[in-house]
């Protein structure tokens, strides 16, 4: 259930996504170098929410002979990637139930994670496929004062957990070695809360709710006209296979 509304959400998203996902793109690119400033020469490389493909155009830079295979569990964000990226592999699926029956030099998922179930599982299973994994991932304090918005009136809003560095790293390190981490804040502004809303709808992140959620924050939304930052703590981790 959970898993169809994302993919449809993000499936919507797939024709505005390109055009919103600035921060997605700049976390790519980030991610990217951090992999290849710290990891070797990669020949076949599985990219997990791959989206329209931001992180695979990144690492071609860097490994342009590699095989890619990409993964998303929506068919239209697969589609625009195979559209951007032709001619490599290409998997709709769910990655935390799904069993890749092949191996990988790198498994790289930028600011996809926090849509899974469970992360821990997902390391231990992934690092068995990929002999590196990189990820990033918003986590504690992201998105604060949008989601202060709600707090008050104990609306749920964006689905996900927010993880805090400390407790994510500590379970990175449990399932791998931690080559590189790193940190960084990217601020987006919005003339008003409903801006920034509209800005997780084009990009499929606007979470999973009820309908008499969507009215409270409609109303909630409505009710707060003034500027506001959207800010997206990411942190970076390259691991290892132990
Ligand atoms: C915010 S987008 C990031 C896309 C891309 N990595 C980028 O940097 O532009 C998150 C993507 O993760 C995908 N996703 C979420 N849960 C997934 C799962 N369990 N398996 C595979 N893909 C998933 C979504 O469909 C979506 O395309």
Redesign the pocket.
Known sequence: MK?NH??NN?GEASATYDQH?SV?KK??EYLACLCSSCTENHKKILD?????G??TLALQKYYRNATYTL????EN?ILSAKNKIPNQNYIV????NYSFNNTYDLGI????LQ??ENIESFLMKILLQCKYFAFSIPVEGSFAAYKNLFAEKNIPILAHYYWNIEALLALAKKQGDVIRSDFKRYDLFFENALDAAKHFKS???QGITTPQNKIKIAARLLANPVKINLNYNVFFVVLGRK
Request: with cysteine; aromatic share 12%; proline share 0%.
């Open positions: 898993l994302l993919s993000f996902a997605q976390t790519s997990i929410g791959c989206g329209t931001f992180t993964c998303d569990l929506s964000m699926g769910d990655a935390e998922s930028n600011l996809a849509w899974f990009i499929g992140a």
